[in-house]
């Protein structure tokens, strides 16, 4: 498998590979704990020590932006560690450019994080971060009483905060377009001056990521009311500092499930479990309805490959393995119908017509729908795939290229933004390293 990362004019070919693929993998740290911790940690009085550190561009842009605020953070790569310092809530006055690239989850978090502080902090991205809403989050937080607008006019980046601290009080945030704006909230709001309510208006999408949200702001110390109705109440309360081991990427795992299944092999992902934090592991639930077996371990999870058939899924909750799923229903029997996945439009590309797209390249008919597709399988060739600088678009059509001939995905090396060495490790599990 030659590699030659770059724009997108450069590419990898991938080779086939005729035999089953059986083995073991433990992917990388969570890029979506590894964020979560970082930010409470950064707040929380005391030092922490976080383990199983995702080290990848998402992350190190965040950890970069709490220097760049004052927070002393150790990283050692080798052993995947962070030691943060925490500033007890209490950010640094002073004036601060953070840039995000096109990491949503630092940008959001970020953004709510700062109000907390006294200062003057202006957060922007590159071109695409600067197409991604915003907006919700900024109006629920002024309903908290910050001071922040998002200066371009457009509802998206770049934000511009004058730092005044969080009031409390009750506010208003919508569900449907990311959970993260929740999630953001959720973070800060126990720096607040008074209790904070927050109401969520519409469908909540992704929400075993705000369940992971309020797991980690536990562990830390922190407990939140939450109602049948959808509102969350927070009363001030301080952050404590201590040792946190992150888990296995579970989106990353989807990739070795979808490989067992696309290839009719067995492969079993270390370190996560049912009762792991993060719901994408539920992916494998997901190939279980497709006709794979499915083995549920107390630190780990094996899929192995059976006959493929068609699915009718709704995977709102676990929309970042979407597209994973599309590739694998390419060799299924009968259609797979993909829905409740509008939110991914907003992700850093539109994942929908960018999935929809690139299938078609190959010869699959594919219908759009707003929130999602349908996948019709039917023979395949070769094509030359566009990943729109999105990390999941180059890991999941890297699957097709394992049965089908003459696939190519552009820039490869997208995939640093939450899996720097992703084809070094499918190329070991396929044997071809």
Same mark, same amino acid.
């Given at each position: 498998?030659?590699?030659?990362?770059?724009?997108?004019?450069?590419?990898?070919?991938?080779?086939?590979?005729?035999?089953?693929?059986?083995?073991? $993998?433990?992917?990388?740290?969570?890029?979506?704990?590894?964020?979560?911790?970082?930010?409470?940690?950064?707040?929380?009085?005391?030092?922490?020590?976080?383990? #199983?550190?995702?080290?990848?561009? !998402?992350?190190?842009?965040?950890?970069?932006?709490?220097?760049?605020?004052?927070?002393? $953070?150790?990283?050692?790569?080798?052993?995947?560690?962070? /030691?943060?310092?925490?500033?007890?809530?209490?950010?640094?006055?002073?004036?601060?450019?953070?840039?995000?690239?096109?990491?949503?989850?630092? $940008?959001?978090?970020?953004?709510?994080?700062?109000?907390?502080?006294?200062?003057?902090?202006?957060?922007?991205?590159?071109?695409?971060?600067?197409?991604?809403?915003? *907006?919700?989050? /900024?109006?629920?937080?002024?309903?908290?009483?910050? !001071?922040?607008?998002?200066?371009?006019?457009?509802?998206?980046?770049?934000?511009?905060?004058?730092?005044?601290?969080?009031?409390?009080?009750?506010?208003?945030? *919508?569900?449907?377009?990311?959970?993260?704006?929740?999630?953001?909230?959720?973070?800060?709001?126990? %720096?607040?001056? #008074?209790?904070?309510?927050?109401?969520?208006?519409?469908?909540?999408?992704?929400?075993?990521?705000?369940?992971?949200?309020?797991?980690?702001?536990?562990?830390?110390?922190?407990?939140?009311?939450?109602?049948?109705?959808?509102?969350? /109440?927070?009363?001030?309360?301080?952050?404590?500092?201590?040792?946190?081991? $992150?888990?296995? !990427?579970?989106?990353?795992?989807?990739?070795?499930?979808?490989?067992?299944?696309?290839?009719?092999?067995?492969?079993?992902?270390?370190?996560?479990?049912?009762?792991?934090?993060?719901?994408?592991?539920?992916?494998?639930?997901?190939?279980?309805?497709?006709?794979?077996?499915?083995?549920?371990?107390?630190?780990?999870?094996?899929?192995?490959? %059976?006959?493929?058939? %068609? /699915?009718?899924?709704?995977?709102?909750?676990?929309?970042?393995?979407?597209?994973?799923?599309?590739?694998?229903?390419?060799?299924?029997?009968?259609?797979?119908?993909?829905?409740?996945?509008?939110?991914?439009?907003?992700?850093?590309? !539109?994942?929908?017509?960018?999935?929809?797209?690139?299938?078609?390249?190959?010869?699959?008919?594919?219908?759009?729908h707003e929130d999602g597709m349908t996948i019709h399988p039917g023979p395949m060739q070769g094509a030359q795939i566009h990943t729109y600088h999105d990390h999941r678009m180059a890991m999941s059509f890297a699957l097709v290229g394992l049965r089908v001939p003459g696939v190519t995905i552009l820039n490869p090396g997208?995939?640093?933004?939450?899996?720097?060495?992703?084809?070094?490790?499918?190329?070991?599990?396929?044997?071809?390293?």
């Amino acid at each position: 498998m030659p590699t030659a990362a770059g724009s997108d004019g450069t590419g990898k070919l991938i080779t086939p590979i005729a035999h089953p693929v059986r083995g073991r $993998i433990r992917p990388p740290g969570s890029k979506s704990l590894t964020n979560r911790a970082l930010i409470i940690a950064a707040l929380a009085k005391g030092r922490s020590t976080l383990t #199983g550190v995702l080290d990848s561009d !998402d992350t190190r842009v965040m950890i970069e932006s709490w220097r760049r605020l004052g927070v002393p $953070i150790q990283q050692d790569l080798d052993q995947k560690t962070l /030691v943060i310092d925490g500033c007890g809530g209490r950010l640094p006055a002073g004036e601060f450019e953070l840039y995000l690239e096109n990491s949503g989850t630092s $940008i959001r978090f970020l953004t709510a994080a700062c109000c907390l502080g006294s200062g003057t902090y202006r957060l922007d991205g590159n071109a695409r971060m600067q197409e991604r809403p915003i *907006a919700d989050l /900024v109006t629920a937080l002024q309903g908290f009483g910050a !001071d922040l607008e998002c200066i371009a006019g457009t509802g998206c980046p770049p934000v511009l905060i004058r730092g005044r601290g969080l009031a409390g009080g009750r506010t208003e945030v *919508a569900g449907d377009v990311s959970s993260q704006f929740l999630s953001a909230l959720l973070m800060a709001v126990p %720096g607040a001056r #008074g209790a904070c309510e927050i109401a969520v208006s519409g469908e909540l999408v992704s929400l075993p990521y705000v369940e992971m949200t309020l797991e980690v702001m536990r562990a830390f110390g922190v407990s939140v009311e939450q109602s049948d109705d959808g509102r969350f /109440v927070c009363q001030p309360q301080i952050y404590r500092g201590r040792d946190y081991a $992150i888990e296995p !990427d579970a989106s990353g795992a989807s990739y070795f499930f979808a490989l067992a299944a696309v290839t009719g092999g067995s492969v079993t992902v270390e370190g996560l479990s049912k009762h792991s934090l993060q719901g994408d592991v539920e992916f494998a639930t997901a190939l279980e309805q497709m006709g794979c077996t499915m083995t549920w371990g107390e630190q780990e999870i094996t899929v192995t490959g %059976g006959e493929l058939t %068609g /699915v009718d899924i709704d995977m709102n909750a676990i929309s970042d393995t979407a597209q994973t799923l599309a590739c694998v229903a390419v060799f299924a029997q009968g259609p797979t119908r993909i829905r409740g996945v509008k939110h991914m439009r907003y992700k850093e590309t !539109d994942r929908v017509f960018a999935v929809v797209t690139e299938l078609s390249k190959l010869g699959v008919r594919v219908e759009e729908h707003e929130d999602g597709m349908t996948i019709h399988p039917g023979p395949m060739q070769g094509a030359q795939i566009h990943t729109y600088h999105d990390h999941r678009m180059a890991m999941s059509f890297a699957l097709v290229g394992l049965r089908v001939p003459g696939v190519t995905i552009l820039n490869p090396g997208c995939t640093a933004k939450t899996y720097p060495d992703y084809f070094q490790d499918l190329e070991r599990m396929c044997g071809t390293a």
